[in-house]
T-cell receptor, first 114, second 113 residues
Framework: KAGVTQTPRYLIKTRGQQVTLSCSPISGHRSVSWYQQTPGQGLQFLFEYFSETQRNKGNFPGRFSGRQFSNSRSEMNVSTLELGDSALYLC?????????????FGPGTRLTVL | KQEVTQIPAALSVPEGENLVLNCSFTDSAIYNLQWFRQDPGKGLTSLLLIQSSQREQTSGRLNASLDKSSGRSTLYIAASQPGDSATYLCAPVGPNRDDKIIFGKGTRLHILP
């Protein structure tokens, strides 16, 4: 069974641009969660999608948004990029809501904002 | 609001030693707790998931215990190997479906050959 895949793996953008990251969950998993990881703040929850609906959201500005498609694949978008958005963005998939079952993580997308 | 602390932040031990990593959390009303490892620059690998009704969970050389009432979990690694070098994170979850998953900042483990 293929694991969680994320594309692209690396991305370099400049301030003010926008970016879209993609996550393909494990086959059969209906939940996708997104996290931001930085050296200073650690791993922080962004949002979770389950059956195409956002079920939970972390404390991030509205520049961070996401969506989930009918095949459970998910995209995350960040608009008007800031230097502080440089981070490793991880997605995780689970069979059901992440609070209920085990999560499986992808390798991450390393975003650098110049 | 759940707060998670992992002590120590970093640890170096010689190969072959047994070791314990600690995780404490402020809200003991959790649904489950998951331990992960993360290799540098990579995603997280799930190690063990302990349900709130369990006291411990074992997988190979790893044993995780959970004491909900005191807000603590420990990850015991037996006979450590250089391949165990990684950052270990814990994540207590719940108890509500709408609760966010809060991670500790991790313990960076280095096993000396």
């Amino acid at each position: 069974k293929a694991g969680v895949t994320q594309t692209p793996r690396y991305l370099i953008k400049t301030r003010g641009q926008q970016v879209t990251l993609s996550c393909s969950p494990i086959s059969g998993h209906r939940s996708v969660s997104w996290y931001q990881q930085t050296p200073g703040q650690g791993l922080q929850f962004l949002f979770e999608y389950f059956s195409e609906t956002q079920r939970n959201k972390g404390n991030f500005p509205g520049r961070f948004s996401g969506r989930q498609f009918s095949n459970s694949r998910s995209e995350m978008n960040v608009s008007t990029l800031e230097l502080g958005d440089s981070a490793l963005y991880l997605c995780a998939s689970s069979l059901h809501l992440a609070v209920l079952v085990e999560q499986f993580f992808g390798p991450g997308t390393r975003l650098t904002v110049l | 609001k759940q707060e998670v602390t992992q002590i120590p932040a970093a640890l170096s031990v010689p190969e072959g030693e047994n070791l314990v990593l600690n995780c404490s959390f402020t809200d003991s009303a959790i649904y489950n707790l998951q331990w992960f490892r993360q290799d540098p620059g990579k995603g997280l690998t799930s190690l063990l998931l302990i349900q709130s009704s369990q006291r411990e969970q074992t997988s190979g050389r790893l044993n995780a215990s959970l004491d909900k009432s005191s807000g603590r979990s420990t990850l015991y690694i037996a006979a450590s190997q250089p391949g165990d070098s990684a950052t270990y994170l814990c994540a207590p979850v719940g108890p509500n479906r709408d609760d966010k998953i809060i991670f500790g900042k991790g313990t960076r483990l280095h096993i000396l050959p």
